[in-house]
């Protein structure tokens, strides 16, 4: 094989798409003959490293891997260094396991330094630009996450099935970025135009500013901004089939959109309660708002703005009521993983809060009693309190009230 002059990959390329590229230049029919060779390579000049290059186009990426994703990187890693480049150059490319956990429970795939959540990924087709590809006939790597739906330098929506023949197009299925496997020539495709408004989504979300107010206006990391779709998707939408228009109208009135939400929810919990407030749960009336916002993907308020805005209305509420004795929502019940995640802090922190009288449980404990980080003990008003007074500071990340010894 002749890797002198092989063609460098694209920034913005999916790792697939660039291994397809590579394998045309090479001279290799499929993809499958080329991945032979590179394993062929393999095994004679390493031999321990048997089985560590995927033979599918499918299976090329590392977070495919469930058990061998280091021996994946390894083929990656000789690839570059057949090619004389640097040689974690195809790694830049790649998608890997990600130990990030966006709220509630949804894992992270990453990419040169960004985490993505690994719901957005589009499984079994990518659409294309017909533009783009005339131009540089390679794949982006953001047509694969489901949040893209439109080109936002050709203002045009993404083709997502091939007008001839109708069929979903899927590159690595076909072994060709622009020919469906039909034959039909995509660059070719007609295209329709788009709404301004997936094309502002679809620059924000790949690092963009953007001209327009409510949470737009924020300065958010990319993982940050990803992290939003999906807590929006998860709470009102779709992520398969969501209408982003939607949502890029409910932040774009952020945090009012927010606000009059959580007044009807508060409303209708008022109206339908059994209980007195002071043995009514958070979670009763607003349901998980606050799992749901712990992590999206980090914790730190100032780069998490719905876990923000949630603690500021829940703040605004203890103020409304403060010094009533009548019974109010500010004795709402919260459990000592809501509690952290207002904090700031571990749940293990809020524990020892409470060893040392800084925060008192809403009822009497047994001897020796367990408290489980899910059962509702705290009431609002105490940890919000405790909030304002505590932990104030200057600095970002988690807040540290006590040493643990």
């Known amino acids: 094989m002749d ?12 790792l697939e798409s660039y291994l397809l590229r590579l394998t045309n230049h090479l001279g290799f029919p499929e993809y499958s003959d080329f991945a032979e060779e590179i394993w062929a390579l393999l095994v004679e000049s390493t031999p321990d490293a048997f089985g560590n290059y995927p033979l599918s186009l499918h299976q090329a990426n590392i977070y495919r891997a469930k058990v061998a994703s280091k021996l994946w990187a390894q083929g990656l890693l000789f690839v570059g260094k057949q090619r ?44 294309v630009c017909p533009e783009c ?23 045009v929506h993404l083709l997502t099935h091939c007008p001839s023949c109708h069929a ?13 496997e039909c034959g039909f020539d995509l660059t070719t495709a007609e295209t329709t135009e788009a709404g301004q408004c997936l094309i502002a989504l679809s ?8 001209a327009e107010q409510g949470m737009f206006a924020l300065s958010l990391d990319i993982p940050a901004r990803f ?15 969501g209408d982003l228009t939607q949502c890029f109208t409910y932040f774009k009135t952020w945090p009012e959109s927010l606000y009059d939400e959580l007044d009807e929810a508060l409303q209708k919990g008022d109206a339908v309660r059994i209980q007195p407030w002071n043995k009514t749960t958070l979670s009763a009336v607003f349901g998980n708002l606050v799992k749901e916002a712990r992590s999206l993907p980090s914790r730190d308020m100032s780069r998490n703005p719905i876990l923000k805005a949630i603690a500021a209305y829940l703040s605004s509420l203890v103020h409304g009521h403060a010094g009533q004795h009548a019974d109010n929502p500010s004795n709402m019940l ?27 449980t809403a009822f009497r404990l047994k001897l020796h009693e367990k408290i489980e980080s899910h059962k509702p003990i705290y009431h609002l008003r105490d940890v919000m309190t405790l909030g304002i007074t505590h932990m104030q500071s200057s600095t970002d990340g988690l807040n540290i009230f006590l040493p643990e010894w």
Not at 3 to 14: K, L, M, Q, S, V
Not at 86 to 109: F, G, I, Q
Not at 340 to 353: A, H, I, K, P, Q
């Open 168 to 180: 979903q197009l899927d590159y690595q299925s076909s072994g060709s970025i622009t020919y469906c």
């Open 133 to 155: 590809i005339a131009e540089s006939p390679y794949i982006r790597q953001h047509w694969q996450f489901l949040t893209h739906q439109v080109c936002h330098r050709h203002k």
């Open 84 to 127: 004389g480049v640097e040689e974690s150059e195809l790694l830049k490319l790649a998608l890997m396991h990600s130990k990030t956990v966006y709220s509630p429970n949804y894992k992270a795939v990453f990419r040169n330094g960004v985490d993505y959540p690994f719901a957005f990924l589009r499984k079994n087709h990518t659409p």
């Open 227 to 241: 992290g939003l779709l999906l807590w929006y998707t998860h709470r009102y939408g779709d992520k398969e089939n």
């Open 3 to 14: 890797w002198i002059n092989t063609p460098p990959p694209y920034p913005d390329e999916a």
């Open 334 to 360: 919260v459990s000592t993983l809501e509690a952290s995640t207002l904090l700031g802090c571990t749940t293990d922190e809020v524990n020892r809060l409470n060893d040392h009288g800084y925060l008192q």
């Open 203 to 210: 620059q924000w979300l790949l690092g963009e500013k953007i």
